[in-house]
């Protein structure tokens, strides 16, 4: 027997996998039975600030998703990226958008946070659903200086948060870019990040759409407009 067949089960009996909406162990992996019956699935597609831009989501952030979302985010789950990375790039298939020579970037995080974290979590969700969707994932913006947290903030506030925090890391080759957030709330936070990528291209470059895993509508002073699907 080699050293892998011996540890696979092994592995499997201490680090049992788990059901990324309830944490409960779930056998062969995925949502269990109980979060599937509970339909958590809430996918939403808006368009953000004056209608330049959609952004589609999976999820509602609320319930066990948020909590999933939290333990993403705080407790270094990163086991949750294939899950997640999933059920975005599904529901982009869904709504039949069209990414074909489009490259994703993360929506980035500023450098001192993400060495605290270790993780920017929006980054290692958009290198999964690139992957799946068979399009390049870059970093092309970066965070060029620490602001607020915006959870605490009203919708007016987020919007000037977040202006000029952004800068291009890099140069774009492709014609499109999707940016990818893990959560979308006011979306002041996306439109600043779009902004930014079509400033630097002088318009060259679209930005039709963004996704975000979850879609926070309710607070921050922010109304779906295309309404919910
Ligand atoms: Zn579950």
Known sequence: MTGRQLWQPLA?????ERCPLC??????GGVCG??????????????LGDGGLLCLAPYGYEGKLRDAILRFKFEGRRDYVPFFAEQIAREIRAQGLEVQGAVL???????RKKRERGY???QLLAQEVGRLLGIPCAELLEKAGENQVQHFLTAEERKRNVKGVYAMKKGIDRAEVILLDDIVTTGSTLLECAGTLRQASSGLVQVRFCAALASDAKSGGCKAESGIL
């Open 12 to 16: 499997a009996l201490l680090f049992p």
């Open 23 to 28: 944490d409960e162990i779930c056998v062969g």
């Open 34 to 47: 109980a979060c599937r019956e509970e339909a958590v699935h809430s996918p939403s597609l808006r368009s």
């Open 105 to 111: 970037t993360p929506v980035p995080m500023s450098r």
């Open 120 to 122: 920017n979590q929006s």
